[in-house]
């Protein structure tokens, strides 16, 4: 049985995988790092990483903090020796390197996913394949208003993803009044925040007098635990740096 410590455990996903996690019969929750747990936590909480790690020994850690710490959280673990899965809001190129640098080092897995739904992740994969038959694209990512980051992870991935399938075929379209859209690589991305909303992506291709529209719809956050699971069980068998759940799935 996989020992788990969930950082981040008292936030919407974090709280969501420590639940998860302590609902399977080969994964035990073994302890949450948050800075606003309380007294009557139902398993050993510490308000630091570094209190959880000297406290005890886990063989898997999932990282779901903020934007500021999680890369921070992510190379303390896996300098730790501690198989990590991050979901990776906040993440530079220049960071994940360091990361697979240190995961490197010390021998241990390290999946770091933009978007744990299988469902969002086989769109991605479809947007790719797409782009080598589309000369145009544009992503439409809609998230709740406390979503911190705009474009979304996801969406960026979807946009790199696109741009670097062999073949890709999409060229960015000029234009640069603000109302056009980031452009990331060959794809325009525009972001929107609206109450009620939860994640959803539309990615649109046009070319050849007809439009393909791949859509994904993300209703609650429970949809991520398959991906969040399936993270966790490959990346103690892992010894390198897998980026994208895309990865894992074949």
Do not use: W
């Amino acid at each position: 049985m996989t020992e788990v410590l969930v950082v981040g455990g008292k936030g919407k996903m974090g709280s969501l995988t420590a639940e998860t996690v302590a609902a399977q019969s080969d994964l035990r929750l073994a302890a949450i790092v948050d800075p606003n747990v309380g007294a009557a936590e139902p398993v050993p909480a510490y308000a630091s990483l570094g209190d959880a790690l000297a406290a005890g020994t886990y063989g898997a850690a999932v990282e779901f903090s903020l934007p500021s710490s999680v890369f921070e959280n992510t190379r303390e673990l896996l300098g730790a020796g501690v198989p990590t899965v991050v979901g990776a809001t906040g993440l530079t190129d220049v960071q994940v390197e360091e990361l697979r640098a240190v995961a490197a080092a010390r021998g241990v897995g390290c999946v770091v996913a933009t978007n744990f739904s299988i469902g969002a992740v086989l769109m991605m994969r479809f947007a790719a394949e797409a782009a080598k038959y589309f000369g145009s694209a544009e992503i439409v990512e809609m998230h709740e208003t406390s979503k911190k980051d705009a474009p979304s992870g996801t969406a960026l991935h979807t946009a790199r993803l696109m741009a670097g399938t062999p073949g890709s075929h999409v060229a960015l379209v000029p234009g640069d009044a603000p109302s056009r859209g980031l452009g990331v690589e060959s794809v325009r991305i525009h972001s929107v925040r609206l109450p009620g909303l939860v994640a959803h992506q539309e990615v649109l291709l046009g070319g050849g007098h007809e439009l393909l529209t791949l859509r994904h719809d993300s209703y609650s956050r429970e949809c991520f635990m398959g991906g969040v699971l399936h993270a966790l069980r490959a990346v103690t068998g892992l010894k390198e740096t897998v980026v994208g759940l895309e990865n894992l799935l074949d």
